[in-house]
């Protein structure tokens, strides 16, 4: 693990990413009464962007060459 | 009916499962083949987590407040991402540095203070113990409610059982025992408890399984799946609500406090801290951590919601409690079996918490609150002990017991009340307040010990008075006078209204003012005054430790004269004798010394044998003991700064001297490469010449031997004479054939080719070539079949190129065939995206090994030493020049004996060819 790699920076430009998704207002968007597929709208969108920053993260460092 | 006797029964063969594989994993680290050096079960143990307070409490967090639980999962994923950086470094500074607890990484960053390891301490211990009471509650409450199965009774206060008939003290009892055997079996110097990260590894593995099953009981089992569930719920309002949080400002406000106070606690729970750090096998698991952990917290999660909804609908009256529907919805069903496993998954959780928890808060009480105490206390006569590390040991197993019966003391104390239930995030709160101490003594030098201090008490002071104390009041314990008319009377004080700060939740509000205060006190503090000495040593060594790496950098800052017979025998003191000479005897032998005799006292040694002891005791105690046996020269801060600019500036220099070596090298690679290729080059070009005159030989030596023939002998008949002639013709035919291959080869490779591209349809091609060959053809009596598809669309190349490589393959196959029913197929077909074109005969064949060989210049067919060449061994390298040119390539499919399959393939893309174009006159372009 390299301090000074590309590999954090990704890192850092996904929990920036999580920040904004898990924030208002793009929260406030789905924070509506709706279904998807029979879910409540807020939760699938919260476990979608959930499991997204997982897999670009798991993507990230599973790739990594450094 | 669930005896009690069963569940105890199951219990303790699950803590005996735990015993086993602890037992084990600590046996494997003595033998050195750590089971638990592998990153996912590193991420595992990081999944200490979730405790009862995820695995039952979750339930209930969604059942008051909807997805609004959420927050304490989505922040640690984020924090993750930064792990990267952040706890790489907090891992890399505390294994240079033989940290083992959190007061530790706080008192040696701000020069070694052992005021600041105890207030740590001290803040850590009240803020925990009563989240350690929440995990006696769960347990000892799920215990009551599995007791009475199949009844669904909510248990009394625990007040109302006798001491001697509370299951939660003899929990506690257990878990004590239970850590004080994986805790304190041995002294260890880095305090890394194998056995124990292993057993934690798998609780956190089997609360996983437990609450999954639950989850998907529920879910499929009672009702049909989410869409059912939610679709229930959406009919009553109630639930519906729960779908959504409140649109308005402060819940999207308290939303994001929660989200970063769960980011902070991550990092900075001592159990955490414990985990992640301390019991760090190799920082690279790190690695996969960072995606396995969140991955984990989201699969603990997926059935938060339909759970809570599943309870509510089932009991709509209120009279489950929603902390316990987990366990009671599956009771409800009269699924023992699954009951029992949701009770050990809730155990596991508690179990996990409390072990590492309470070793993580007994090393720190140990080292940073006893010890400092009992080395002043000189009546004892701890300098004349002999072995000190019974004494230690036995610190920490008191203080494993006393945490925990603090705990329990809480429990029983507060029982039901408020100050129980709310008490995860106030404890989350908490140790909140070492965020400003932690993160600035990474990345601000400028921190110094006393803002550190000031940022500490003030941040605790404010968390006490704005969520404690509160809480106490709601519990009862406390007059709610002055929750209500403010402290004193003034509303400006009023607890979670502080200067009349409105519309935020008690936590949101708590964290503003309690970071405020921290920071602020922290930050001005510490640029009010000057850091000290230690301090201004050890704030470069932590901010700047990924520079660094060197060993013994700590030693710089040292001046001093000591003994290693003073030494020696203080390390022994505290680590067993045995073990301080070996490691004594280690570091001699670094330094290619043979004995501890040969040992001189240099500073680089104290420092080292200071490290050694701060493992054992903490930084601070480390520092205060290797004082009393060293004399130090006090250094002024001047010479402090000179000394660590000086080595910074060396290090510049020598980094600035190994970037150039680099580049010298790398230059140095380039230039061989160059070379050898010249060389190779030049060996190619006298090869080439060495075989084109030998070629050139052959037909000129059979020219000039037949021509002497014919002018020495005039009187020769005059059929002999026309035969003569005709050998004579056909050499020069084939010395200009030669020749003219020759130039062409070298026109091809030289890029100056004339190229003619135009659209080409390949069956015109085909056939001219063939009829070029007819004669041939016929001479040798070979048949020709011709298998062409029709309609296939043009390609682009030279035609005239295009002939001469069908030629080449046609008199080739033609020339191998048998003399005797001779056979040459040719196809034509479209592969793909390819025009391809294949040229069998039935001839000899081609051996393996000679398929490379012949599209090398002047290989031919056959032995050339005892048969006549039949060809210049031109034409196949050519083919393959021109093929490549147009984007295609050449090959040869054969066995001995059935035959040869000359095959050529021709992209049908016109851009393709253009790019091909471009990068053969660019690739020729670049070598000359």
Not at chain 2, 239 to 248: E, H, I, N, Q, W
Request: hydrophobic content about 50%; proline content about 4%.
């Amino acid at each position: 693990m390299n301090p000074s790699g590309i590999t954090g920076q990704r890192l850092v430009a996904v929990f920036l990413l999580g920040c904004v998704l898990f924030n208002y207002p793009l929260l406030s968007l789905f924070n509506t009464p709706g279904e998807i597929l029979n879910f409540p709208l807020l939760y699938i969108y919260i476990f979608g962007a959930w499991a997204l920053l997982i897999g670009v993260m798991a993507y990230v460092i599973e790739k990594r060459k450094d | 009916m669930l005896q009690g006797w069963v569940i105890a029964t199951v219990s303790f063969a699950y803590l005996g499962v735990l015993f086993a594989i602890a037992y084990y994993g600590d046996k494997r680290a003595d033998a050195g083949r750590s089971i638990i050096a592998k990153p996912t079960i590193y991420a595992l143990s990081l999944a200490v987590y979730c405790t009862t307070w995820t695995f039952y409490g979750s339930v209930g967090r969604a059942a008051s407040t909807g997805i609004g639980f959420l927050p304490i999962y989505l922040g640690p994923t984020l924090m993750a991402g930064l792990w990267w950086f952040v706890m790489l470094k907090i891992i890399r500074i505390s294994k240079a540095n033989r940290i083992t607890s959190i007061a530790d990484f706080v008192a040696s960053r701000y020069g070694k203070s052992q005021m600041l390891g105890g207030l740590v301490t001290v803040i850590a211990v009240v803020g925990i113990i009563p989240y350690i009471s929440l995990q006696l509650k769960a347990v000892s409450n799920t215990f009551t409610i599995l007791l009475h199965y199949p009844e669904i009774i909510m248990p009394a206060r625990a007040e109302a059982q006798p001491l001697f008939q509370d299951s939660a003290l003899y929990i506690a009892m257990i878990l004590a025992a239970f850590t004080i055997l994986f805790g304190t079996r041995h002294l260890d110097a880095t305090e890394r408890h194998e056995g124990m990260v292993a057993a934690i590894a798998f609780e956190s593995l089997v609360k996983l399984l437990a609450f999954l099953a639950v989850g998907a009981f529920v879910t499929f089992g009672i009702y049909n799946g989410f869409g059912d569930i939610f679709d229930r719920a959406e009919a009553v309002p109630r639930l519906k609500a729960l779908m959504t949080v409140a649109d308005s400002g402060t819940s999207y406000g308290n939303w994001w406090s929660l989200t970063f106070l769960s980011m902070l606690s991550i990092m900075l729970l001592p159990r955490q801290f414990q985990i992640s750090v301390v019991e760090n096998v190799n920082e690279r698991h790190l690695a996969r951590a960072t995606w396995l952990f969140p991955l984990y917290l989201l699969l603990i999660n997926i059935f938060v919601l339909p759970i809570t909804l599943g309870g509510l609908l089932h009991f709509p009256d209120g009279s489950v409690d929603a902390d316990t529907f987990v366990l009671t919805l599956p009771m409800v069903e009269h699924r023992q079996a699954l009951a029992l496993f949701v009770f050990i998954g809730g155990l596991s959780a508690a179990t996990g918490m409390v072990i590492v928890e309470t070793i993580a808060l007994s090393t720190m009480v140990c080292n940073d609150l006893v010890m400092p105490v009992l080395l002043r206390q000189r009546w004892l006569r701890l300098h004349e002990q002999q072995d000190f590390s019974g004494v230690l040991l036995s610190i920490r197993r008191w203080a494993i017991a006393g945490i925990l019966l603090l705990g329990y003391v809480y429990f029983r104390a507060a029982g039901e009340a408020y100050a129980l239930v709310g008490i995860g995030l106030i404890s989350f709160a908490a140790v909140a307040q070492f965020a400003p101490a932690i993160f600035g003594a990474i990345y601000w030098k400028g921190g110094t010990k006393n803002g550190a201090i000031a940022g500490l008490l003030a941040g605790f002071a404010v968390w006490g008075y704005t969520l404690l104390l509160p809480s106490f009041a709601k519990s009862g314990w406390l007059s709610l006078h002055f929750m209500q008319e403010g402290l004193f009377g003034a509303a400006l004080l009023k607890p979670q209204e502080l200067f009349g700060v409105t519309g935020l939740d008690e936590i949101s509000h708590s964290l503003f003012w309690s970071m405020l205060a921290n920071i602020g006190a922290y930050v001005g503090v510490s640029l009010a005054g000057r850091p000290g000495v230690v301090e201004t040593g050890q704030a470069t060594l932590f901010v700047d430790v990924f520079r660094r790496t060197a060993t013994g950098e700590g030693s710089r800052v040292w001046r001093g004269s000591a003994q290693v017979a003073d030494l020696l025998p203080l390390i022994g003191r505290f680590l067993g004798p045995e073990r301080a000479r070996e490691a004594f005897l280690a570091f001699a032998q670094r330094h290619g010394l043979a004995s501890i005799d040969e040992l001189q006292a240099n500073a680089e040694l104290v420092h080292y044998a200071e490290t050694l002891l701060a493992g054992a005791i903490g930084s601070a105690s480390a520092r205060v003991m290797v004082a009393s046996v060293a004399k130090e020269e006090p250094l002024g801060l001047d010479e402090v700064m000179n000394i660590l600019d000086e080595a910074s500036q060396v290090r510049a220099y020598s980094r600035q001297l190994e970037q150039k070596s680099r580049e010298l090298e790398e230059a140095t690679a380039e230039l061989r490469a160059a070379n050898e290729r010249l060389k190779e080059l030049d060996r190619m070009k006298d090869d080439f010449i060495s075989t084109v005159s030998h070629e050139l030989r052959t037909p000129l030596t059979s020219i000039r031997a037949f021509s002497e023939i014919l002018f020495e002998d005039p009187a020769m008949n005059l059929a002999e004479r026309k035969r003569f002639l005709g050998i004579i013709t056909k050499e020069t035919e084939r010395l200009t054939r030669l020749i003219n291959q020759v130039l062409d080869m070298a026109k091809l490779e030289s890029g100056n080719a004339e190229w003619h591209p135009t659209e080409l349809d390949m069956h015109r091609v085909i056939r001219e070539s063939v009829e070029t060959t007819d004669s041939l053809i016929k001479d040798k009596q070979v048949e020709l079949v011709l298998e062409l598809d029709e309609g296939l669309p043009p390609v682009m190349a030279d035609h005239d190129r295009l002939i001469q490589v069908m030629l080449n393959l046609l008199s080739n196959a033609v020339k191998f065939c048998p003399p005797a029913d001779g056979r040459v197929t040719v196809r034509l077909y479209r592969e793909s995206d390819n025009l391809r074109v294949d040229v069998l005969d039935n001839g000899p064949g081609i051996e393996l090994a000679e398929q490379k060989l012949i599209f090398e210049k002047f290989r031919q067919m056959g032995d050339t030493m005892t048969a006549k060449p039949q060809g210049t061994g031109l034409g196949l390298p050519i083919s393959r020049q021109i093929i490549e040119h147009f984007g295609g390539r050449l090959w040869v499919e054969s066995a001995t004996g059935q035959g040869a399959t000359f095959s050529f393939a021709l992209p049908l893309n016109r851009s393709d060819i253009d790019n091909r174009q471009i990068k053969s006159e660019e690739k020729w372009a670049r070598e000359f």
